[in-house]
């Protein structure tokens, strides 16, 4: 159960999903709330201090350069994390497989697909898989036992 579950972690596009949309959105949050606490006010200490620190004027014009710093410190944050605990280490997932260090995902044997097929087939005739008694990838005929 948990093998199976690890392989569908471990495709491609499942991972990739992931990182876009649950561990992008969650962890960008906390980065903006960091850049917004902290960064921002910094950036307009530095900058001059007060209300007008990271700002200028330009004709009546209020440009807020703090504001884009922090949300690019916030990018360039967010981007590492995402490399460095999600990217790189399923590269090396990747790799370890290429290399046969890792086993791969395990595909089912002919004789379980046939025995799937014949479940199929039979819950579709509605008779249900039912046990068999000569074992897995035999049938029993009508009136055999």
């Known amino acids: 159960m948990l093998k199976g579950f690890r392989d569908f972690l471990l495709r491609g596009n499942v991972v990739d999903l992931a ?8 962890f960008t949050a906390v980065v903006s709330a960091f850049t917004d606490s902290f960064l921002t006010p910094l950036i307009a200490l530095v900058s001059g201090g007060g ?3 990271g700002t ?6 209020t440009f807020d350069y703090g ?3 922090s949300q690019v410190i ?3 944050i967010t ?3 995402v490399y460095f605990l999600v990217v790189l280490p399923m590269k090396k997932i990747i790799e370890r497989r290429k290399h046969g260090e890792e086993a791969g995902p395990v595909a089912p044997t002919q004789v379980e697909l046939l025995v799937e097929i014949r479940d199929l ?8 898989p039912g046990p068999d008694p000569s074992g897995p990838g035999t049938t029993t ?3 055999q036992l």
Do not use: H, M, N, W
């Open 141 to 143: 005929l009508p009136g």
């Open 79 to 81: 981007a590492a994390v």
């Open 19 to 26: 990182v876009a949309v649950v561990i992008g959105a969650a």
């Open 51 to 53: 209300e007008v620190g």
């Open 67 to 69: 504001a884009f710093i």
């Open 74 to 76: 916030t990018f360039v």
């Open 56 to 61: 200028f004027e330009i004709d009546d014009q």
């Open 121 to 128: 087939l039979r819950a579709q005739q509605g008779a249900g």
